[in-house]
């Protein structure tokens, strides 16, 4: 299955949760994808009537100060069927075929779900669980690693430091660099 289309399951699974404060006209998966790397950021938004657009939530791969790990719903959404259909999407990326242009940002359109296409998006999560393919970190998963982006924390040594303020003396061997001024 490609990933676009498990993402728009994972938002018809969670259509009715997200139709809080008005009718929902349509919905949208925004993500930025990069050959051969995991997508690490998600953000799911819909569109009400009058035009009015409202991020949901976003998914994060990776901690930072302003995202933790994993879903973090906003503006009064909350959906355990979209934070559970997510977070397996997310952790098993390497299950889903990536499009062809998988280097340039994706825009995933959902719209009102078909009692067709919900019975679908149900029957593939419930087999997702019924094969067990949802177990992320279990001994039949373990030796699956996600390659990360970015230095290596361990890999550098912080600034030395005497207080707040304090000038520390350029070794980069540019002296009056662009930088410096």
Not at 57 to 74: E, L, N
Not at 106 to 113: D, G, K, S, T, Y
Not at 127 to 153: D, F, I, L, M
Request: hydrophobic residues 35%; neutral net charge; charged residues 20%.
């Amino acid at each position: 299955m490609e990933l676009d289309k498990a993402l728009e399951f994972a938002v018809i699974l969670a259509w009715q949760d997200l139709m809080t404060g008005g009718q929902v006209l349509s919905a949208r998966v925004e993500y930025e994808s990069k050959r051969g790397l995991p997508v690490d950021f998600l953000t799911v938004w819909t569109l009400r009537s009058g035009g009015y657009q409202d991020r949901a939530c976003d998914y994060s791969t990776r901690a930072s100060p302003a995202h933790p790990v994993g879903v973090r719903f906003t503006n009064s959404y909350h959906s355990n069927a979209l934070a559970h259909a997510l977070d397996f999407i997310m952790k098993n990326q390497d299950q889903f075929t990536h499009p062809d242009d998988a280097w340039r940002p994706h825009l995933v359109m959902i719209q009102p779900p078909t009692p067709e296409l919900a019975a679908e998006a149900t029957a593939w999560m419930a087999g997702t669980r019924a094969a067990g393919s949802n177990r992320v970190g279990s001994k039949a998963n373990a030796r699956r690693t996600v390659p990360r982006r970015g230095p290596n924390p361990a890999a550098f040594s912080p600034l030395p430091s005497n207080g707040p303020g304090e000038v520390v003396d350029d070794r980069s061997g540019f002296p009056n660099g662009p930088w410096c001024r």
